[in-house]
């Protein structure tokens, strides 16, 4: 058993694809044709981290009520989770590509760690491996 995609409410799929693939260096995974429960035409796009096993399902808001989850998926929390190799060089070419840091990067007992928003305003952790202790 395994956790296949998790959805995340944005704005427009375009831009959201371009985000995830451009600036995170995600696959993108599928982007299809679709239709919502009631016949109206919507895309199927699946964007994950190359290896990975779980996608995420970027979700163009449909209506009223998904239109406020835009950028609040997890009520203001930090909701997802970016493991990289490399730290340093994810934090150098995220800054760069102009992703918002909300938090400097800091070492916790888990790794390196920095908060960032999504293209949606949504919270995510950039984790990275402790740094080695100074010799």
Do not use: C
């Not at 058993?1 to 599928?30: C, G, K």
């Not at 970016?82 to 150098?92: C, G, K, M, Q, S």
């Not at 999504?118 to 100074?134: F, K, Q, T, Y």
């Amino acid at each position: 058993m395994h956790l296949e995609l998790v959805t995340i409410v944005v704005a427009e799929y375009d831009p959201a694809i371009e985000f995830f693939v451009d600036i995170l260096s995600f696959d993108l995974i599928e982007d299809s044709p679709s239709l919502t429960n009631d016949g109206r035409p919507k895309r199927w796009v699946v964007v994950r981290p190359p290896a990975a096993s779980t996608g995420i399902l970027l979700a163009k808001a449909d209506g009223d009520r998904q239109l406020p989850a835009i950028g609040d998926q997890v009520a203001g929390r930090v909701g997802f989770f970016l493991r990289v190799n490399d730290f340093e060089t994810a934090y150098r070419r995220m800054t760069s590509a102009g992703v918002e840091f909300v938090t400097s990067p800091r070492t916790e007992v888990y790794g390196r760690v920095a908060v960032f928003l999504d293209i949606s305003g949504n919270r995510w952790d950039l984790l990275g491996s402790p740094e080695p202790p100074a010799a």
